[in-house]
């Protein structure tokens, strides 16, 4: 390989890395502590997945999850949490049993 053809390959992989670094610290500043009892207004950001995979650590101690319907103008619970899909832009209510870190869902 000549030296043009590895010094682009060597600003590939710089690029790469500070891409992944700059994704991970931008996800890790997307979780939040939550702790027991109080009352939390979330936006999801993320993908659509259940909640069971959305709540991640929090769905064992969660309380309450109930999402914004504009229809009825009030937070409903997910009917299955396990199997009923959360999408991106859901406004959520959350209430938690014991301190968890939540990710994917910002303030509102």
Avoid: H
């Amino acid at each position: 390989m000549n030296k043009e053809g590895t010094a682009i390959l060597a600003v590939v992989a710089v690029g790469g890395l500070v891409f992944a670094l700059a994704r991970k610290a931008a996800s890790a500043d997307n979780c939040r502590t939550l702790e027991a009892g109080a009352e939390y207004f979330f936006i999801y950001t993320g993908p659509a997945q259940t909640f069971y995979l959305a709540l991640g650590e929090c769905y064992n101690v969660i309380y309450t999850i109930e999402v914004w319907d504009d229809y009825f103008g009030e937070y409903l619970p997910p009917s299955d949490p396990v199997n009923d899909t959360i999408q991106p832009g859901s406004v959520c209510r959350v209430v938690v049993q014991a301190p968890c870190q939540l990710c994917q869902f910002t303030p509102q």
